[in-house]
């Protein structure tokens, strides 16, 4: 059921998720790439001159860019974001306008050229600070205003609201993904695994915010891209919002950090520091509706798929370290 012969408008298509769905379709379909280089990850997938593969540099805040560039597409899988909790706190108002505004934009563009498939890219941080096997139609708590963490869920769920309006009235062939905590190579944004990992391989001091009991699901990238892809092909999916994510991947912050430094054979110590806003104790997704409707697995465990990351780190170290 692979996807071929399909226009495939990725926007931010060069970010750290974006760049694996571009390697994983370009081999048999069109790609276009629109992404304002915020972020540039896919220049680690080596693929410049590739036929198939179009980059178009462009901000989906412009309506008229995103019209041009989309033209003719089928499926539109819309990644490019605002994203990372860090680069959040430090432009809240861009993160509401590109998350929000922006994501309009390009749902408005997809309408007017009537494509087959819109997925759309929301978060896990709908769920708020404490979720243990979330379903989809879980109420999705917003935390207040004045606490910046919460802008960047905000963001996602008001576009998911406006995004499911525009299914319901104008047939837009929308579904919704919500991932959860998404590693593995070509993480070159904020991330824990990222931040964890870069530190283990130079025997820095790692991190950890409070007790470093926080708890989280991590999804391998290719995983989460096998999920997403279902949302592209599977007519099932049209209509409906899913999260993807690994439940066996679970780990508290601490084990996590002691994983990366007997993966990397590391000397680092782990510190410990106040968290400065609120934190999310507790993410756990149920993703049993991707699994029965979509028929995702995910299948990387976390050693595995935190061994890869960490190789990746190590080959990449000095063109990531030091950018977020
Ligand atoms: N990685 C995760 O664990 C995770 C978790 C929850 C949600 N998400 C969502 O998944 C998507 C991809 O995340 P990622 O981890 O690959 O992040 P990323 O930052 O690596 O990728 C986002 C891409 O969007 C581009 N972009 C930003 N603003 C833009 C704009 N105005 N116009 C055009 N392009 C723009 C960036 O240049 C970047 O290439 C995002 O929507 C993010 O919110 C990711």
Known sequence: MAL????????????????????????HNEV???????????????????????????????????????EGSQIVIHCAAIAGVYTVDRSAVRTMEVNMLGTHQVVKAALEVGVERFVEFSTS???????????????????????????????KLASEHLSYAHYREDKLPLAIVRPFNVYGPRQVGDG??????????RHLPITLYNDGTQIRSWCFVSDFCDGVLRCCENP??????????????TATNFELANLIIRLTNSKSEIVFK????????LRVPAIDKAMTLLGYRPTVSLES????????????????????
């Open 4 to 27: 071929t012969n399909k226009r495939i408008f990725i926007t931010g298509g060069a970010g750290f998720i974006g760049s694996h769905l571009v390697s994983r379709l370009v081999d």
């Open 274 to 281: 106040p968290h400065p806003g609120p934190e999310v104790e």
């Open 192 to 201: 824990a695994i990222r931040g964890m990992a870069l530190q283990a391989l």
């Open 236 to 249: 099932a999916a049209v209509g409906h919002a899913f999260n993807i994510g690994n439940p066996q991947g």
């Open 305 to 324: 798929g935190v061994s890869q990351a960490a190789a990746w780190y190590r080959d990449n170290y000095d063109a990531v370290a030091g950018k977020r």
């Open 125 to 155: 941080e709908v769920y708020g600070s404490f979720i243990h096997k979330g379903k989809e139609d879980d109420f999705t708590p917003i935390g207040p205003i004045g606490e910046s963490r919460w802008v960047y869920a905000a963001s």
């Open 32 to 70: 276009v790439v629109f992404d304002n280089l915020h972020r540039d990850a896919l220049r680690f997938a080596h693929l410049e001159g590739h036929q198939n593969l179009t980059f178009v540099k462009g901000d989906v805040l412009d309506f008229a860019g995103v019209r041009k560039a989309i």
